[in-house]
T-cell receptor, first 114, second 117 residues
Framework: AQKITQTQPGMFVQEKEAVTLDCTYDTSDPSYGLFWYKQPSSGEMIFLIYQGSYDQQNATEGRYSLNFQKARKSANLVISASQLGDSAMYFCAMRESTGNQFYFGTGTSLTVIP | DTGVSQNPRHKITKRGQNVTFRCDPISEHNRLYWYRQTLGQGPEFLTYFQNEAQLEKSRLLSDRFSAERPKGSFSTLEIQRTEQGDSAMYLC???????????????FGSGTQLSVL
């Protein structure tokens, strides 16, 4: 089974609108961390936001917030007030406390329309 | 903090040749990862170092791939007898890794794009 599933290959959003990028995960480890990364066309992966499995509140970082629904095993990224510079690939990732590697999803390509 | 540096940025080689990539992590980071990414896919784990020790290697990784991290500083990834299927972006990442949690976030380099002709 896939550890990380991102079901939206591509998304479009109007500038200044909010957009939600979906991510579901699969693990039996009670302790894990969830990460979102942005990959612009230049190629470098940029860390956006982190959610720990025991965190009681949803993580927020500026215009980024994470809609963490533990029972559903979902960790959706919400980008508010989209900007043209938000156009990029977005990857959800997970690391389990019992392992070393980070598992990445296949990504969602976001295009912000002026 | 100068970031993670990878060299070269691009490498074109002929099938059957050997290639070596270098990664210089952020200096105080003790964890170093190599990932491979093909077009339209997410990064795929190759191998992981904690300091100089290679602690995990992907079971999918061919014996033609080898990685080192001497003295726990820079790392090299070598591919022997390259095949066209090795064409991909090779990403290096490092993390502080002091405790499980946010400190484990990965800092990525810009990658090395390998094209095998």
């Amino acid at each position: 089974a896939q550890k990380i599933t991102q079901t939206q290959p591509g998304m479009f959003v109007q500038e200044k609108e909010a957009v939600t990028l979906d991510c579901t995960y699969d693990t039996s480890d009670p302790s894990y961390g969830l990460f979102w990364y942005k990959q612009p066309s230049s190629g470098e992966m940029i860390f956006l936001i982190y959610q720990g499995s025991y965190d009681q509140q949803n993580a927020t970082e500026g215009r980024y917030s994470l809609n963490f629904q533990k029972a559903r095993k979902s960790a959706n990224l919400v980008i508010s007030a989209s900007q043209l510079g938000d156009s990029a690939m977005y990857f959800c990732a997970m690391r389990e406390s019992t392992g070393n590697q980070f598992y990445f999803g296949t990504g969602t390509s976001l295009t912000v329309i002026p | 903090d100068t970031g993670v540096s990878q060299n070269p940025r691009h490498k074109i080689t002929k099938r059957g040749q050997n290639v070596t990539f270098r990664c210089d992590p952020i200096s105080e980071h003790n964890r170093l990862y190599w990932y491979r990414q093909t077009l339209g896919q997410g990064p795929e784990f190759l191998t992981y170092f904690q300091n100089e020790a290679q602690l995990e290697k992907s079971r999918l990784l061919s014996d033609r791939f080898s990685a080192e991290r001497p003295k726990g500083s820079f790392s090299t990834l070598e591919i022997q007898r390259t095949e066209q299927g090795d064409s991909a972006m090779y990403l290096c990442a490092s993390s502080l890794g002091q405790a499980f949690g946010l400190n484990e976030k990965l800092f990525f380099g810009s990658g090395t794009q390998l094209s095998v002709l």
